[in-house]
């Protein structure tokens, strides 16, 4: 499976991955990629699978476990010249990076920064975001200005842009005419019925499980993490660095681009000092 990826920055310099999240493609992190790269690291934003350039799975495995296993794979890559990569993963990227660190490879990451996800999720919240990737994801949009509407009806804190070219990178246009999303229509479903780590308890084990400097960065108006949700997160690992971002909701680095790089970049700065060298 080829997977799409943008990288800026030294190509020695130290690796920073941004998995993004569900429905999402590797220009979510554009912004915060260069900024991060400017701080001195190679920034590597992908496209995980299924998701804008990155090829669809053949066999439909969207599990937690075959993106984890990707991020792992990317992560190899990229250490080649000796130095682990961190990662910064959003919502369904957070997810992954939570598997990946906890269960499948504890040495994989030079640390781990989660984007407004938890174990023990919002399920109203969950609902509202899988409901808004599975409508229209068949039957498309007849032109760019309706995809706008629908998006403009899910974020109405954020202004409608009235520029739409941007869509172009979310949206593919088919022989019919007609604007569809750029997922593979499988991962509606196929994310968390592949997945053998479905269940709370087994991603709070993974949490604990984690050996690296952690991160916690949320939403403040969050639909998916709760204060609870936080507390419990905490909970599991009282180590991790957390921090609350106001005026953003799920979609942190979309809402609040500019806190959002912030504290990525003085998460990384703290472990870069701390570093033996």
Do not use: C
Request: charged share 25%; aromatic share 6%; proline share 4%.
């Amino acid at each position: 499976m080829k997977l799409a990826l943008s990288s800026f920055g030294d190509p020695a310099a130290p690796p920073v991955i941004f998995a993004h999240g569900g429905g999402q493609t590797r220009h979510a992190w554009s912004g915060a990629a260069k900024t991060v790269a400017f701080e001195g690291y190679r920034s590597i934003a992908l496209d995980l699978r299924g998701h804008g350039e990155s090829d669809w799975a053949a066999d439909g495995d969207y599990s937690l476990e075959a993106i984890a296993r990707d991020l792992i794979k990317v992560g190899e890559h990229v250490a080649r010249g000796g130095t682990r990569p961190h990662v910064v993963g959003a919502s369904l990227g957070g997810l992954a990076a939570i598997v990946a660190a906890g269960m499948l490879s504890r040495d994989a990451f030079e640390s781990v920064t989660l984007v407004d996800i938890t174990p023990n999720m919002d399920a109203a919240g969950v609902t509202k975001v899988v409901g808004f990737m599975g409508a229209h994801v068949h039957e498309g949009f007849d032109s760019l200005e309706q995809a706008a509407d629908v998006i403009a009806t899910y974020l109405p804190h954020r202004p409608r842009p009235k520029d739409l070219e941007g869509l172009r990178k979310n949206l593919r246009q088919g022989e019919d005419g007609r604007w569809r999303w750029h997922w593979d229509p499988a991962f509606i479903t196929g994310v968390m019925r592949r997945s053998g780590v479905a269940h709370t308890g087994d991603l709070e084990q993974a949490v604990r499980d984690i050996r690296v400097p952690l991160h916690l960065i949320r939403g403040r108006m969050s639909e998916l993490v709760s204060e609870d949700s936080v507390a419990a997160f905490r909970s599991l690992a009282p180590q991790a660095h957390y921090t609350d971002v106001a005026g953003a909701r799920h979609m942190v680095a979309g809402d609040r681009n500019d806190v959002f790089i912030e504290a990525v970049v003085s998460f990384l700065r703290t472990i870069r000092e701390q570093t033996p060298v």
